[in-house]
């Protein structure tokens, strides 16, 4: 599976880029998954569920399914940032894995940059960020540049960074 990254400060698009990437993706016949990183303490369970219960109850981890989709929720034992690469290993196989956020890892990324938040490119001292995508024109970047809201020229700047032109699974929805 290739992994490409989505970095970027709170803000900026990212999600929104994420979520017109995937059907760009699908048209092209590549089957995409995602993960995002979300900060402390998020939660998807809601209090007064069952699979709440289990969990506040003790269990290392939950899977709640149903004939539409399953999830499977664990607990980490120890307060330490889970590793990019085993999170990559639970998923099923797919062509491409979009990473929103996890920026200081090591896997080739987009920078998702709005000058108007005030905050610092990350592609000056992030030498894995290949490629922009902006809302305003940017002074001095060589890398390349993309309009945020050109989601068809994004999907097809990862496709051919990835290689994925034409090694698209067609079994992979």
Not at 106 to 114: A, G, N
Not at 128 to 141: E, F, H, P
Not at 161 to 173: E, P, Y
């Amino acid at each position: 599976m290739r992994v490409f990254g989505l970095a970027g400060w709170s803000g900026s698009g990212k999600t929104t880029l994420v979520i017109r990437l995937l059907p760009e993706l699908a048209r092209r016949g590549i089957g995409a998954s995602t993960i995002k990183h979300a900060h402390d303490g998020f939660d998807i369970d809601q209090p007064g569920k069952d699979s709440y219960e289990h969990r506040q109850a003790g269990a290392r981890e939950v899977l709640v399914a149903s004939n539409r989709r399953w999830a499977l929720l664990h607990e980490n034992q120890q307060p330490a940032e889970p590793d990019l690469a085993d999170l990559i290993a639970r998923l099923s196989p797919v062509d491409l894995v979009l990473v929103e956020g996890f920026k200081s890892y090591p896997h080739d990324k987009l920078e998702v940059h709005r000058p108007a938040l005030g905050k610092p490119m990350l592609c000056a001292d992030d030498r894995r960020i290949v490629a922009v995508a902006t809302d305003q024109a940017l002074a001095g970047v060589t890398l390349p540049v993309f309009d945020l809201d050109d989601a068809a020229a994004i999907a097809e700047f990862i496709i051919t960074h990835c290689g994925l032109g034409a090694t698209a699974r067609s079994d992979v929805a």
